[in-house]
């Protein structure tokens, strides 16, 4: 189920009654307010205060059914408690069963929910403000694919370019007694015929991506290479990218490419 499919059945979720435990957890370890496990305490208290309000107002049967979900909460994050992201997203609930987890790399405000309905509202801000996305990075020798939500990289995909290039084969049958000087039309033609290869390998990579962006769910395509790669790759494309950025990142590890692209 893509996220905006996600995020629709939890607003139609209804339990009937007080059950729903929902979690958003700011995990940032560069946020000076999570230094020394911050969200540790944050995450406790913040369960401690939902727990005495059911203590004190004797809702014995909405307090057994929070603690059970508070239980299966705890464990999960603790389990996750060294992959934790910027931030972790839970919707819980035992009756009817609920059970919808999200880390994430994009910033989280930490607030605590017991509700007959899961409290949506801060993850479909976020998931607006960082939607499903494609990031695109052409360059000469690829063409590199990030497949992202919630700024967090779903898949990482790199497609070659084999210029296959006949003139360059046509060298090799120069006569080995001769002049090896490649004069400036061969040059030339060379240049041409790449680029033209080249061209043809962004076409065909364009409408793959067109395909990905049907297939995946994303609403955005954002686009990222050196200023004339990054151009004529945008061209291919039917709709205008949500942003061009005239920068190489091929070599960059996912986290820099979000940060440079979608944090901008």
Same mark, same amino acid.
């Given at each position: 189920m893509g996220l905006s499919k996600e995020i629709q059945a939890l607003k139609d979720y209804r339990s009937g009654d007080r059950n729903v435990l929902s979690v958003y957890l700011n995990t940032n370890p560069g946020d000076p307010d999570q230094l020394n496990g911050g969200w540790k305490i944050h995450l406790k208290n913040g369960l401690k205060d939902i727990e005495k309000s059911l203590t004190a107002s004797e809702k014995d049967t909405e307090l057994k059914y929070f603690k059970e979900t508070k239980k299966k909460v705890m464990?999960?994050?603790?389990?996750?408690?060294?992959?934790?992201?910027?931030?972790?997203?839970? +919707?819980?609930? !035992?009756?009817? *069963?609920?059970?919808?987890?999200?880390?994430?790399?994009?910033?989280?405000?930490?607030? +605590?929910?017991? !509700?007959?309905? *899961?409290?949506?509202?801060?993850f479909e801000y976020m998931y607006k403000a960082y939607p499903d996305a494609g990031i695109i990075l052409p360059s000469f020798g690829e063409v590199r694919i990030l497949d992202t939500s919630m700024g967090f990289v779903k898949e990482d995909m790199v497609y070659s370019f084999d210029p296959n290039l006949e003139v360059w084969g046509e060298e090799k049958n120069m006569d080995p007694t001769g002049p090896h000087k490649i004069g400036s039309s061969k040059v030339d033609l060379i240049e041409s015929r790449l680029k033209e290869n080249l061209q043809r390998f962004f076409k065909g990579m364009g409408a793959n991506v067109e395909k990905m962006k049907k297939e995946r769910g994303w609403k955005e395509i954002h686009v990222a290479g050196e200023t004339e790669l990054a151009i004529a790759f945008a061209e291919t494309l039917r709709e205008k990218p949500a942003s061009c950025i005239y920068k190489n990142l091929n070599n960059s590890k996912p986290h820099i490419i979000i940060n440079q692209v979608l944090e901008k």
């Open positions: 464990d999960e994050i603790d389990n996750n408690k060294d992959d934790l992201h910027k931030g972790a997203v839970i +919707f819980a609930s !035992e009756n009817p *069963p609920l059970w919808s987890v999200h880390y994430v790399q994009v910033p989280v405000k930490s607030g +605590f929910h017991w !509700e007959d309905r *899961p409290v949506v509202e801060q």
